[in-house]
Antibody, heavy 118, light 107 residues
Framework: EVQLVESGGGLVQPGGSLRLSCEGS????????MTWVRQAPGKGLEWVSG????????YFADSVEGRFTISRDNSRNTVYLQMNSLRAEDTAVYYC???????????WGQGSLVTVSS | DIQMTQSPSSLSASVGDRVTITCRAS??????LNWYQQRPGKAPKLLIY???SLQSGVQAGFSGSGSGTDFTLTISSLQREDFATYYC?????????FGQGTRLEIK
């Protein structure tokens, strides 16, 4: 059974940093790209970042470019989202999702809440 | 960046109704269009990928059509569990933006 489990969310002050982790199981982790998607309270889905199977290629939304980095450790079946210079508008539930085929997202984690507030 | 626009933003319907949701891309995306369902408090679920392909395990009442810039999601006969929010997403070029969502409510 494919599972994705996020961790690392919490409350952080504006300007602070946080690192989210997403551990995958039940599939060959190194064979899939991975993506982070977020959802602000009461709002829609926002694509945040993606990473290729090897980690060699990364992609970012304009809203997080230069502040967030994505990486992966295939030996640990884990993808990371390092979030720096956090702003109130980064408050959201952050989902990791598995990429398949033509970059559709076929499995999602349960989400990790990040709250940026003083 | 490619912008995705869904219509309507909300929709009221009854069990058994046939409903259609549309999604328009701001530029050509081929068939790189995916549809997701999200129930309250839950993670999104992939329904349709590459515009017309039904994801494994998804009930046959869901179908997708379109190519280029205009796409539709059709639910042939609404079931109670289909009342949720639906999102389209383009995966033609990054950022892989989502539409704003269509909230489907019980009439």
């Amino acid at each position: 059974e494919v599972q994705l489990v996020e961790s690392g969310g919490g409350l952080v002050q504006p300007g602070g940093s946080l690192r989210l982790s997403c551990e995958g199981s039940g599939f060959i982790f190194s064979s899939h790209g991975m993506t982070w998607v977020r959802q602000a309270p009461g709002k829609g889905l926002e694509w945040v970042s993606g990473i290729s199977e090897s980690g060699a290629t990364t992609y970012f939304a304009d809203s997080v470019e230069g502040r967030f980095t994505i990486s992966r450790d295939n030996s640990r079946n884990t993808v990371y989202l390092q979030m720096n210079s956090l702003r109130a508008e980064d408050t959201a539930v952050y989902y990791c999702a598995r990429v398949t085929g033509a970059w559709q997202l076929d499995y999602w984690g349960q989400g990790s809440l990040v709250t940026v507030s003083s | 960046d490619i912008q995705m626009t869904q219509s309507p933003s909300s929709l009221s319907a009854s069990v058994g109704d046939r409903v259609t949701i549309t999604c328009r891309a701001s530029q050509y995306i081929g068939i790189n269009l995916n549809w997701y369902q999200q129930r309250p408090g839950k993670a999104p679920k992939l329904l349709i990928y590459r515009a017309t392909s039904l994801q494994s395990g998804v009930q046959a009442g869901f179908s997708g059509s379109g190519s280029g810039t205009d796409f539709t999601l059709t639910i042939s006969s609404l079931q109670r569990e289909d009342f949720a929010t639906y999102y389209c997403q383009q995966s033609f070029s990054t950022p892989h933006n989502f539409g704003q969502g269509t909230r489907l409510e019980i009439k």
